[in-house]
């Protein structure tokens, strides 16, 4: 009697089929044994990476092209000195990233040029406690302060106010014309 194949083994068999089944499934290189050697896959550690990319793996920016233009525009700093989108950052690197009328001070802590999950980004980097403090601070602000909208008394000047504001402006029409003639 056959013996029942086990299918869940990681070895050739001398089914051709099978064998080729498998070989299509492991990726493999030539190797003169009887078994595919299997390619481990390519780790290498980055040390640097392009600004731009980081912030668009860190999720600070939707879009890589966001982020150059942020960076164009001169609001991105890596260690106190404004930076181009073809600056590398390494571990270790302060960016300061200006965002409306917040500023964040970050440490880099890790590296990646994949745009991952946000668990995964937020450990790419370290926020500073004084840049923590300073955007509460300015949260805190922003709630007490009056809506800008509430400041303005009346809104825009109707017909009737505009007209009385050109002549009040002008003075009366009599006052600056005379039909008297003079004589000399």
């Known amino acids: 009697m056959a013996k029942p194949r086990d299918y869940n083994h990681r070895h050739l068999t001398s089914d051709p089929l099978l064998t080729r089944y498998w070989l299509k499934k492991q990726p493999h290189t030539v190797n003169s044994g009887s078994k595919p050697a299997r390619i481990a896959p390519k780790i290498s550690p980055m040390d640097k990476i392009r600004i731009d990319k980081w912030l668009w793996a860190a999720r600070f920016y939707k879009t890589r092209s966001l982020a150059t233009d942020e960076i164009g525009k001169g609001r991105i700093e890596v260690n106190a000195q404004t930076a181009k989108a073809s600056r590398e950052v390494k571990v270790g690197d ?5 965002q409306g009328d917040i500023t964040r001070i970050i440490k880099i802590l890790g590296i990646s040029d994949q745009r991952g999950p946000a668990p995964v980004a937020q450990a790419l980097f370290e926020e ?57």
């Open 94 to 98: 302060v960016v300061s990233a200006r």
């Open 128 to 184: 500073t406690a004084e840049s923590i403090a300073q955007r509460d601070k300015t949260a805190v602000q922003r709630r007490l302060a009056k809506e800008p909208a509430l400041s303005i008394e009346q809104g825009r000047p109707t017909k009737r106010n505009r007209r009385a504001l050109e002549k009040v402006k002008q003075g009366d029409w009599n006052d600056r014309w005379t039909a008297a003639f003079e004589p000399d």
